[in-house]
């Protein structure tokens, strides 16, 4: 059972609202992303992080900011939420190291912004 | 940017049934990884190819990584409805980063 948490597990928010979603893990992995997703639909990196002080944008461009202070927490956030920003954000971790880049992901978090 | 196609997108079938989903790429990756996804959750890994050739079963799930490990398959034998789920692939590069790209995903629905 993978240890990554993510918080609130929905959220629902009016438009211009500015919210910081939470993703925290204990596995002390290095590697750390956030993709957004549309239910049952594919995934779209849109951050990720190699390490403390390391941020990267993905493929998918994104209005979302997001900050490495610590090891284990990740968290992204939206400045003035819109509508568009409706969408499940799910976040992950892996190790580094050659043949040891298994994702482990947490529940999400389904936003929709009225 | 290396592109994953799966095939078929849907699938909805009834239990009992056999079923093969492809993962195909005109990129060379150094493994290859399934995930599955319920509703309301986030992706957990099924398995990992790594060599050419190689083949993998999990119970009635069996995973085959191509020879030039360019294309992966999931083949499920006699399907239940706890089978349900997305699958995803994704194929992680031989470079330093090792950076995943995750396929679109096949959404199969198993009926009872």
């Known amino acids: 059972e993978a240890d990554i948490y993510q918080t609130p597990r929905y959220l629902v928010i009016g438009t211009g609202k500015k919210i910081t979603l939470e993703c925290s893990q204990t596995m002390g992995h290095d590697k750390m992303y956030w993709y957004q997703q549309d239910p049952g639909m594919e995934l779209h990196l849109i951050h990720y992080s190699y390490g403390v002080n390391s941020t990267e944008k993905g493929d998918l461009s994104s209005e979302s900011t997001v900050s490495r202070i610590r090891t284990e927490h990740f968290p992204l956030t939206l400045e003035s939420a819109r509508p568009s920003h409706t969408s499940q954000y799910l976040c992950?971790?892996?190790?580094?190291?050659?043949?040891?880049?298994?994702?482990?992901f947490g529940a999400g978090t389904r936003l929709s912004v009225l | 940017t290396q592109l994953l196609e799966q095939s078929p997108q849907f699938l909805s079938i009834q239990e009992g049934e056999n079923l093969t989903v492809y993962c195909n790429s005109s990129s060379v990756f150094s493994s290859l990884q399934w995930y599955r996804q319920e509703p309301g959750e986030g992706p957990v890994l099924l398995v990992t190819?790594?060599?050419?050739?190689e083949v993998k079963k999990l119970k009635r799930l069996t995973f085959q990584f191509g020879d030039a490990r360019k294309d992966s398959s999931l083949h499920i034998t006699a399907a239940q409805p706890g089978d349900t789920g997305l699958y995803l692939c994704?194929?992680?590069?031989?470079?330093?980063?090792?950076?995943?790209?995750f396929g679109i995903g096949t959404k199969l629905q198993v009926i009872p």
């Open positions: 190819v790594v060599t050419g050739g």
């Open positions: 992950a971790s892996s190790e580094s190291g050659q043949g040891k880049n298994i994702q482990y």
């Open positions: 994704a194929g992680v590069d031989s470079g330093g980063y090792q950076k995943v790209t």
